[in-house]
């Protein structure tokens, strides 16, 4: 049987936008050589930053991620404090240089589709994890067992 994180992680594929990554990837890479630059990432900030100051607030993360990825708010907020290294309650350049980093798994300075991807899997199913430990009430494992 599948376990209740995967039965989750298959409702939110499902509920969201199946394209959205896709086009933040195609978004991000401005010069379509497809792979994506630190430059290029850095300039994507204001893709959230609905205000131009230089960093994205939780709400403007969420609503964009709402609206126009159709991931449910719980799971954009806290992905949302996954992509907050610095822990200030701000996505600014500090995090998106953390961010990139990581998401350039063979090191080679650019992030390419399939990294870009593998990135954004990995991100939803431990968000998942997350969300279905902290809903799990000890109730509900008394009668799973
Ligand atoms: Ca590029
Ligand atoms: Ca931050
Ligand atoms: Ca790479």
């Known amino acids: ?54 960093r994205t607030t939780l709400s403007e993360w969420v609503s964009q991620m709402t609206r126009k990825a159709n991931i449910p708010i719980d799971v954009s907020s806290l992905i949302f404090y996954v992509l907050d290294s610095d822990g200030n309650y701000l996505l600014n350049y500090v995090d998106k240089r953390e961010v990139f980093k990581v998401m350039d798994f063979n090191d080679d300075g650019f992030v390419s589709r399939e990294e870009f991807n593998t990135y954004w899997e990995q991100m939803k199913i431990s968000v998942y994890r997350q969300l279905h430990r902290t809903r799990r009430s000890p109730d509900q494992d008394e009668v799973q067992n």
């Open 1 to 54: 049987m599948l376990a209740p994180c995967i039965i989750l992680l298959l409702v939110l594929q499902a509920q969201a936008n199946p394209n959205y990554f896709q086009q933040r990837f195609a978004q991000t890479d401005r010069n379509r050589d497809n792979k994506i630059s630190l430059k290029e990432y850095m300039d994507s900030l204001q893709f959230y930053d609905r205000n131009n100051d230089g």
